[in-house]
């Protein structure tokens, strides 16, 4: 199994920056892509972000110019660099792994998910 941690929420006033981070342990053996989701009170979670090994980033229209992924540690490691935040960035951040745990299987990992608050 693929465990995943968040960290790096927490309350900041709107204009302000986060930074999130995603370690990755247990028995990976390659990790394709990693990504970052966010669930607003009351939706549905949405993708925000993503890094593929080749270092190859998406990122949702809203987020844009806003929101910067990069990876470390062989993809082991996930960041989310958040400028100018806006109140509707509020939402916990998951981070999400499709990894492989041998040269055959592959699975979608998540975790817990961390708390981020804009205030305005």
């Known amino acids: 199994q693929v465990q995943l941690v968040e960290s790096g929420g927490g309350l900041v006033q709107a204009g302000g920056s986060l930074s999130l981070s995603c370690a990755a342990s247990?028995?990976?053996?390659?990790?394709?892509?990693m990504a970052w989701y966010r669930q607003a009170p009351g939706k549905q979670r949405e993708l925000v972000a993503s890094?593929?090994?080749?270092?190859?980033?998406n990122a949702a229209d809203d987020v844009k110019g806003r929101f910067t992924i990069s990876r470390a540690n062989a993809m082991k490691q996930m960041n989310l660099r958040i400028d100018s935040l806006k109140p509707e960035d509020t939402g916990v951040y998951y981070c999400?792994?499709?990894?492989?745990?041998?040269?055959?299987?592959?699975?979608?990992?998540w975790g817990q998910g961390t708390q981020v608050t804009v205030s305005s």
């Open positions: 247990g028995s990976i053996f390659r990790i394709i892509e």
């Open positions: 999400k792994a499709r990894a492989y745990t041998d040269p055959q299987n592959w699975g979608d990992y």
């Open positions: 890094i593929n090994a080749g270092g190859a980033t």
